[in-house]
T-cell receptor, first 113, second 114 residues
């Protein structure tokens, strides 16, 4: 699976959009971009994933560049409860690994009042 | 929605004893589950893949005789830390894939070995 690079930390004002970048320059054509987050002392939570088209759900939006070498997770109106470590992971969906995820260091997002 | 539970949520044990951690998928079946370990201020490290009906697959550097994994049923995997020592103190997290795209994580088990 391709490696990812994320900034170690970011701050965001409550109510503003949080834009979390991720570089994955060695991504393969069949690898998806997944985002998870981990609130302190809890298990990770799935946020969103995509292949090449932009995706949106009730939690966030995922913007993937045309060359797929980077992506941005957008939390449109960050709240204090969005304070967490956000992980960008690239992997092949399905396959015989059945869901194996390799976590990098992630970005620690602090949402401030 | 789909939920994965872990039991216990925290455990304290004496050095040299064994500790069993359970991971259950509550409303879906999982032929595969994953076990991770997380030390303070660090990311999750995949330890092993638990396979229903066959042996677990361990990641490089993880001692299979120390971390025993049993996938007893389609909804239950257990991790037993044998002869635990203080350096095994960590946050252990399991996960189960609901589909090829969606994976759910348990809330984690905090192990402290005295």
């Amino acid at each position: 699976d391709a490696k990812t690079t994320q900034p170690p930390s970011m701050d965001c004002a409550e109510g503003r959009a949080a834009n979390l970048p991720c570089n994955h320059s060695t991504i393969s054509g069949n690898e998806y971009v997944y985002w998870y987050r981990q609130i302190h002392s809890q298990g990770p939570q799935y946020i969103i994933h995509g292949l090449k088209n932009n995706e949106t759900n009730e939690m966030a939006s995922l913007i993937i560049t045309e060359d797929r070498k980077s992506s941005t997770l957008i939390l449109p109106h960050a709240t204090l409860r969005d304070t967490a470590v956000y992980y960008c992971i690239v992997r092949v969906a399905g396959g015989n690994q059945g869901g194996k995820l390799i976590f990098g260091q992630g970005t620690e997002l602090s949402v401030k009042p | 929605g789909a939920v994965v539970s872990q039991h216990p949520s925290w455990v304290i044990c004496k050095s040299g004893t064994s500790v069993k951690i359970e991971c259950r998928s509550l409303d879906f079946q999982a032929t595969t589950m994953f076990w991770y370990r997380q030390f303070p201020k660090q990311s999750l490290m995949l330890m092993a893949t638990s396979n229903e009906g066959s042996k677990a697959t361990y990641e490089q550097g993880v001692e299979k005789d120390k971390f025993l994994i049993n996938h007893a049923s389609l909804t239950l995997s257990t991790l037993t830390v044998t002869s635990a020592h203080p350096e095994d103190s960590s946050f252990y997290i399991c996960s189960a894939p609901l589909s090829t795209d969606t994976q759910y994580f348990g809330p984690g088990t905090r192990l402290t070995v005295l």
